[in-house]
């Protein structure tokens, strides 16, 4: 994750796979822009927001 104005809220992260869970991320590392989930089975949806409020929302989809 990447924000060049406000900022991120690295404690905003979360996700929620295609079954409605929501899980939190195991590490996020702000030095380098990253946040570590679980993979699901299939999909999982990634929500972040930045300093200023402002939401993103990112799927990362699981290809055989």
């Given amino acids: 994750f990447e924000d060049m104005g406000s900022g991120i809220a690295w404690d905003s992260i979360y996700a929620m796979d295609e079954k409605g869970r929501t899980a939190e991320p195991l590490r996020v590392d702000p030095a380098t822009g990253c946040a570590i989930f679980t993979l699901p089975e299939r999909m999982l949806d990634v929500y972040v927001q930045d300093?200023?409020?402002?939401?993103?929302?990112?799927?990362?989809q699981i290809e055989d």
């Fill in 51 to 60: 300093m200023a409020g402002n939401s993103a929302r990112c799927t990362i």
